[in-house]
Every structure is written in structure tokens, then in C-alpha cells.
């Protein structure tokens, strides 16, 4: 006789509604861009887009730090590699800002001037009456700023590469002239790849996140199973059989009984609409603390994710390492090993956090992210097909408008915004996974959102739950073609990256017809569409055990 493993369901409330909306909120696949068309208006001579520059300088001969600047909306185009610009004599303008004829000789020189006094067009014009091969602006910031024209202007006419850099690399190109040193400058605009090698891994990962999240109750409850039948099998007599065995049945009852939310329609759409909203919140109210609240519920998710993943693993392998206990103050009877497990992971997170802007982080978040989005998987469930219709298609539609229709209301895209962390002090939300772009010559990160992998990954792991109720084979199933249809989604994501010079793509518009588009034309072809659309674990459960003996 087996014991069915029980789990105590209840319908999505409010909290988890919070918590998961959190998870869930950005839904996006992007590499961060080297040019952008900006939001300063077009004319004739106007309308060059905002390329990154790379600023090389020397003073003395002696090679010094990189900067990077920005290139105007007119003037000359900069080359995109190094080899094809020159090296030359940076000056600085007499006056600073550059408004009116230089008392210093510009000829063959690359001007320097302050930012202000008059319009980014004058400083142009001026420099280049002067003889000047460029112009460099020196920021009264430390962010790029866009260097437009007013209308009327003769932008046309300025045939020189005008470039901005922040405040911090002028004062270290004025202190190096100061000093008497002699000031060399070089510009270029490397064009960064839409696509790089690095979102295989990332592929990988996504894809990875997704089997290992819809086969963890295999991994955890499988050998829970075996140990209740091995428990069960030593010949005694009957008496004493009957005693071990309801008391087996007990604990082994309390073991397994654990929390699941179910996701009904009312929670999904409620679901969809608060993720809006705190999107919105970010975008408007995007601040360093704002950002560092998201950080700090992140890592005790993490935390909470990554001791479940360690503990669940390292039981199935080792039977006996969590029956040392420990009784303490607040937590009462605890596992030894659990409690070690708990201390690493927290010590884990937290060296993270604090080390969050160094080169390595992108590891530890990718580590956090994907224990936490395993648990959040085994947490939150779909009970059916009827519900992952409602839940997807909200998604769906929420992905798209914050992506691409946003720009008609807000200006600029609200997700691509919060995502990159404009306005959070050089901050960044932790609810990516990202991987440095290995072949760029600018750096930075490929990403993917959670909710590019959870949205999905709800539906697939109810695929194979499905199968394993109806005790359904590899190619007859939904679960292997649901997740060849997930990698496949992503691959068109990456194709749409590419396509679109790496803008942002809305992830969910690929994944969704490759998911739940798939699942529904398999249940048509097969018959199962109905079954699948009003199915219930509790009714499988009881065709299940109705056989056992």
C-alpha cells in the first residue's frame, strides 16, 4: 500500500499576488544599445541618431583611462573602429565655453569647451572657424547628455565630429594640462553587436530553469517515496505492521504536506494588473532606495529559493545528513544541516548585495534568480489550461504594451526604461538574469526578465504534471514539446534582437504562441482540448489512487 502525496492548496491571495507580481514584472529580452535615436527633434542636418563614443587619451605619451562620450545630432560621422581615426593635440578653447572666436590656436587641434553660454551649435561653429578637427564638450554632469539644435540653426553646415563627454573626464583631461602635460585625444564609435555569443548561455539557462523547475517534485518526492515503502516492507507481525505503518503514514503525511497556490482566472488578470502597476510605480518613482527594497525582498527570496534547491539535492543524495536536530529559541525543533545551509546561503546573498557592481556579480544574481525561480515554480501552479489561457494572454498583451505601445503615451519605452535603471543612481533591478557580452567591444550584459521564464514555465510544468497523471509517454505527452517549443520561442526572441539592432523585444510575444499555442493545437489534433481545458489535479488524483490496493 502506497501513500499519495498530499499538498495543501488554496487560491492565489493578495500577498502572494504582491509577491509575485514583483517576480513576474519585467518581461523582456535586450542588450544594452550603443546608439539611440533620442528624444530631441529632427531637422535637415539634425538628424544624425546619438552613437557612444569611445574617448582615448594620452598625456605625455603615457596612455590613460578610456571615457565614454556621446556623439552629437550633427557634425561628421566618427569611424567605428580604432585604426581608421587619428591621434590629435587636444586644446582648450579661450574662452572656456567656446562661444565666441578662441584667442588660442585651434588649427588641426581638437577644441575643448565647457557645456553652457550658448547652444551646442555656436561651440560647433565657432571650433570649426577656428580650424578645429573636432570638438569636445565637457559635460556640468556626470550623465551624457543629447546634444541637439534648435530649428533654424545652420547644422548643415558643420562638417566636424562634435562629441560630449561626463564632467569627470574633463577634469581629468584639464588637470593633465594644468600640469603642462601635452594632451592627446582619440575618438571612435564602435558599433555594438545586436546579438551576441553570450545568449546561448543564456538560452541555456533559461531553457535549464524551465525542465529543472517542472521535474523538481520528481527530484524531491522520489525518494521520499522510497524510503515510505522501504519503511513499510520489513515482514513483522500484524499487529505491530499496522501500528508502523499508520505512523509512517503520519509523518510522512506532515513531510510532504506543503503549501501550493493555485492560480483561478480572477487572481490571473488581478495578477497581470498590479505587475502595471508597480511598473509604473518604478518608472515614475525610481530611486537608489526604491531599487535597494526591490534588492533586499530579491535576496530573501533567493535565500529562501537557494536553501530549498541545496537541502532537496543534497538529501536525495545523502539520507541521513538532516537527522541531527537542533532545538531552538524562535524556530523550535531544527535540522542541523538545514540550519548550515541556511547560514551559507544568507552569507551568500550578502556578499552579493554588497558586491552587486563588481565585474563577477552577474554570477551570484544568475545563482539567486534561478533557485528562486525554481521554488516560485513549485510554489505557484496552474490548475488547467483554461486558466494559462487567461494568465498567458494578459501577460501577452501586458508585454507588448509596456514594450512597444508605452513610447505613444510615455516617450519612451516604460519597460526597456525600468529595466536598464534610468533614474536609479547607476542602480539596476535584480529581477534579470544576465550574462556579459563576451565579443563587445562596449561590455555590459545580455538579459532576459523573470517573467520571460516564470510565465511560461508555470505552463510547462503543469505540462508535466499532466502527462505523469495520465501516465503519458515522451512524444505522446505535452511536456517535451512544450519545452522545444519555449527554446524555440527564444530563439525567434533573439532573431527579433538581431533584427532590430537589439532593441528591446517583448519576450512573451514569441513564447506565448510557441507555448500555449502549441499545447492548445496538440489537445485539438489529439482530442484532449477539453480535458486539458477543465482538468483538476484533486479529480486525477482520485482516478489515481482509486487503483491502488
Known amino acids: 500500500m502506497a501513500f499519495p ?21 519585467i518581461g523582456l529580452s535586450f542588450a ?7 528624444d ?26 578610456t571615457f565614454a562620450g556621446i556623439t552629437a545630432r550633427f557634425g561628421a560621422f566618427l569611424p567605428k573602429e580604432e585604426k581608421n581615426s587619428y591621434r590629435l593635440t587636444a586644446v582648450f578653447s ?49 550623465e551624457l547628455a543629447e546634444m541637439g539644435c534648435e530649428k533654424g540653426t545652420s547644422a548643415q553646415d558643420i562638417s566636424i565630429p562634435v562629441v560630449l563627454i561626463p564632467k569627470s573626464g574633463g577634469q581629468s583631461l584639464n588637470k593633465s594640462i594644468v600640469d603642462g602635460q601635452k594632451v592627446e585625444l582619440l575618438f571612435y564609435a564602435p558599433v555594438r553587436p545586436p ?20 521535474v523538481w517534485s520528481e527530484i524531491a518526492a522520489s525518494e521520499e ?56 510605480l518604478l518608472y515614475f518613482f525610481m530611486s537608489s532606495w526604491f531599487v535597494w527594497l526591490l534588492i533586499v525582498l530579491f535576496c530573501i527570496g533567493g535565500i529562501e529559493g537557494m536553501h530549498n534547491c541545496i537541502t532537496t539535492v543534497i538529501l536525495r543524495l545523502c539520507r541521513n545528513c538532516g537527522r541531527k536536530k ?57 490548475p488547467n489550461i483554461k486558466v494559462a489561457t487567461v494568465l498567458l494572454c494578459c501577460a501577452f498583451v501586458y508585454d507588448i504594451f509596456w514594450v512597444f505601445l508605452s513610447p505613444i503615451i510615455f516617450h519612451q519605452s516604460v519597460m526597456i526604461a525600468v529595466a536598464r535603471g534610468d533614474n536609479s543612481g547607476g542602480e539596476t533591478i535584480p529581477m534579470l538574469l544576465r550574462i556579459p557580452r563576451f565579443a563587445d567591444e562596449w561590455g555590459g550584459y545580455d538579459m532576459i526578465g523573470f517573467g520571460d521564464i516564470l510565465f511560461p514555465g508555470l505552463l510547462v510544468s503543469f505540462a508535466f504534471r499532466y502527462d505523469k497523471a495520465n501516465k503519458k509517454g515522451i512524444t505522446n505527452g505535452y511536456f517535451l514539446w512544450l519545452t522545444i517549443g519555449y527554446g524555440v520561442g527564444l530563439f525567434l526572441t533573439y532573431l527579433g534582437l538581431y533584427l532590430m539592432d537589439g532593441h528591446g523585444q517583448p519576450a512573451l510575444l514569441y513564447l506565448v504562441p510557441c507555448t500555449l499555442g502549441l499545447c492548445i493545437l496538440l489537445g485539438l489534433v489529439r482530442g484532449e482540448l477539453k480535458d486539458l481545458w477543465n482538468y483538476s489535479s484533486e479529480d486525477a488524483s482520485s482516478r489515481g489512487s482509486s487503483g491502488l490496493a
Request: overall charge negative.
Open 195 to 214: 546579438v551576441d555569443l553570450s545568449v546561448i548561455f543564456l538560452w541555456i539557462m533559461a531553457v535549464g530553469t524551465v525542465v529543472c523547475a517542472s
Open 94 to 142: 579661450n574662452p572656456l565655453n567656446g562661444c565666441s572666436p578662441s584667442s588660442s590656436k585651434l588649427s588641426g587641434s581638437i577644441a575643448m569647451a565647457v557645456r553652457g553660454g550658448c547652444d551646442f551649435t555656436t561651440k560647433a561653429e565657432v571650433a570649426q572657424s577656428g580650424g578645429a578637427a573636432a570638438l569636445l564638450v565637457i559635460n556640468d554632469e556626470e
Open 5 to 25: 502525496s498530499r499538498r495543501r492548496r488554496r487560491s492565489c491571495s493578495l500577498h502572494a499576488i504582491l509577491l509575485f507580481s514583483f517576480l513576474f514584472l
Open 40 to 65: 530631441s527633434p529632427k531637422f535637415p542636418g539634425c538628424d544624425h541618431p546619438y552613437n557612444l563614443v569611445k574617448v582615448k587619451n594620452w598625456a605625455n605619451g603615457v596612455e590613460g583611462e
Open 32 to 38: 544594452e544599445e550603443a546608439s539611440h535615436d533620442g
Open 326 to 382: 537542533l532545538n531552538l529559541p524562535l524556530f523550535g525543533e531544527t535540522s542541523l544541516f538545514s540550519l548550515l545551509v541556511l547560514i551559507c546561503c544568507v552569507v551568500f546573498a550578502t556578499v552579493w548585495a554588497i558586491n552587486r557592481q563588481a565585474s563577477y556579480s552577474w554570477a551570484g544574481q544568475d545563482i539567486l534568480g534561478i533557485c528562486l525561480m525554481i521554488t516560485v515554480l513549485q510554489v505557484a501552479r496552474l
Open 225 to 280: 517515496t522510497n524510503e515510505r515503502y522501504n519503511e513499510l516492507s520489513p515482514k513483522v507481525n500484524v499487529h505491530s505492521y499496522f501500528l508502523q505503518e499508520t505512523s509512517n503514514a503520519s509523518a510522512f503525511k506532515d513531510d510532504t504536506e506543503k503549501e501550493v497556490i493555485d492560480i483561478n482566472v480572477k487572481s490571473a488578470i488581478v495578477f497581470v494588473i498590479t505587475a502595471s502597476a508597480f511598473l509604473l
